[in-house]
Structures are given as structure tokens and as C-alpha cells.
């Protein structure tokens, strides 16, 4: 059990530029789960894949957000033409099982749109 | 949606102290997780409780279901305990964890 593991730890990127980041969960777990925490808040549910299906969307995440995970392995999140309001930290997390189960995070991704 | 409201908070304590957080929440759920935010932003579980006590350590909680609210105790504080706990449910016929605004622990030596 290595735990979840994302890349980059950060990314700085001027606005209007697309980004992507990647999640590896822990390896047996068939749940994946992306949010973002801004600075004083709770971490807010993104988006959810059980194997390589994506069963529910967020309404924070609008069309320039996309989230796959092809396989059931890894997943990647892109964010096209960001903007500064983009910025914050990306949480990926796994968990094992059909009805939840601990939830396990990775350290992060932080964002910085300038 | 379901609301999450933590208390207090904040909270300051001095080493050696216990505290108690609450979690309410507003709606029937099937999960319910506590979590550890430590200051280098690290988010570790604590707790999967959806219902009854569980004790790990110092630490320990309860959910009462039923009356839609979750405990977390901790006991003899050490200044590692110092960070945000956050409580984080999943309501029936959902499958994303809610979280609450978080309590920030302060344990000063």
C-alpha cells in the first residue's frame, strides 16, 4: 500500500492556459474521487468514478473542467483556459468497496492561476 | 443538499487537555468519516462511523444516527493534535462524502 499519489505537488500557470494533474490510487481501490480546498474551507466534492465510470458531477465543475479515468487505474483532471478563481488545491482520494469505506487522500495539487 | 455543521470553530487548548468536537448534520446518511488536517495540509482519516463508538488510541467517537450527530473526543492533547478535524458525511442514495467547514484544534505546550 503506497497510498495515493498526485503530480504535480504544484503548478504555477498563467491564466488562459490549460492544465492537467494526475491521480494514482491506491491500487485495489475501485473509488476515485477529485476535490478542491481553498484556503479556510472543507474540501468540496468535484467529481466520482467508480472503476472507469464517472457516476456524478459536481455543479462547480463547469465545461472547462474534465476528469477521466481510463481502465479504472489512474485518473487525470484538466482544467482548459484557467482563471484565477482556479486556483486552489486539488485533492484526489480513493476509497474500496460498493458503499463507501475510508476515504484516503493524496497530498494534493496546488494550483496558483496568476 | 445535506448540511454539515461543525463546532466549535476554534479551539485552543493547552497540552494535556481534552476536548470534545460535535458534527450535526441534516439528512439520513451511510457514511460518516473524521479527519485530521495537519498543518502541512495532509488530509488523514480517523474515523469511518457511520453509526456507534469506535476508539483509536486517545482518540476516539461516536455517532448517534438516529439524532443526526457525530462526537469526536480527544484526550490528553499533544501538540500534534494541533490542526483542522474535519467531519464528513454521505447521505443516503448519495456516493460523495460532504464535508463540514472544520474545527481548528490549536494545542499549545
Known amino acids: 500500500d503506497t497510498g495515493v499519489s498526485q503530480d504535480p505537488r504544484h503548478k504555477i500557470t498563467k491564466r488562459g492556459q490549460n492544465v492537467t494533474f494526475r491521480c494514482d490510487p491506491i491500487?485495489?481501490?475501485?473509488?476515485l474521487y477529485w476535490y478542491r480546498q481553498t484556503l479556510g474551507q472543507g474540501p468540496e466534492f468535484l467529481t466520482y468514478f467508480q472503476n472507469e465510470a464517472q457516476l456524478e458531477k459536481s455543479r462547480l465543475l463547469s465545461d472547462r473542467f474534465s476528469a477521466e479515468r481510463p481502465k479504472g487505474s489512474f485518473s487525470t483532471l484538466e482544467i482548459q483556459r484557467t482563471e484565477q478563481g482556479d486556483s486552489a488545491m486539488y485533492l484526489c482520494?480513493?476509497?474500496?468497496?460498493?458503499?463507501?469505506?475510508?476515504?484516503?487522500f493524496g497530498n494534493g495539487t496546488r494550483l496558483t492561476v496568476t | 443538499g445535506i448540511q454539515v455543521e461543525q463546532s466549535p470553530p476554534d479551539l485552543i487548548l493547552q497540552e494535556g487537555a481534552n476536548s470534545t468536537l460535535r458534527c450535526n448534520f441534516s439528512d439520513s446518511v451511510n457514511n460518516l468519516q473524521w479527519f485530521h488536517q495537519n498543518p502541512w495540509g495532509q488530509l488523514i482519516n480517523l474515523f469511518y462511523?457511520?453509526?456507534g463508538t469506535k476508539q483509536n488510541g486517545r482518540l476516539s467517537a461516536t455517532t448517534v444516527a438516529t439524532e443526526r450527530y457525530s462526537l469526536l473526543y480527544i484526550s490528553s492533547s499533544q501538540t500534534t493534535d494541533s490542526g483542522v478535524y474535519f467531519c464528513?458525511?454521505?447521505?443516503?442514495?448519495?456516493?460523495?462524502?460532504?464535508f463540514g467547514q472544520g474545527t481548528r484544534l490549536t494545542i499549545n505546550p
Open positions: 462511523i457511520p453509526s
Open positions: 464528513a458525511v454521505e447521505r443516503l442514495g448519495t456516493q460523495k462524502l460532504v
Open positions: 491500487s485495489e481501490h475501485n473509488r
Open positions: 482520494a480513493s476509497s474500496l468497496g460498493t458503499s463507501g469505506g475510508s476515504l484516503h
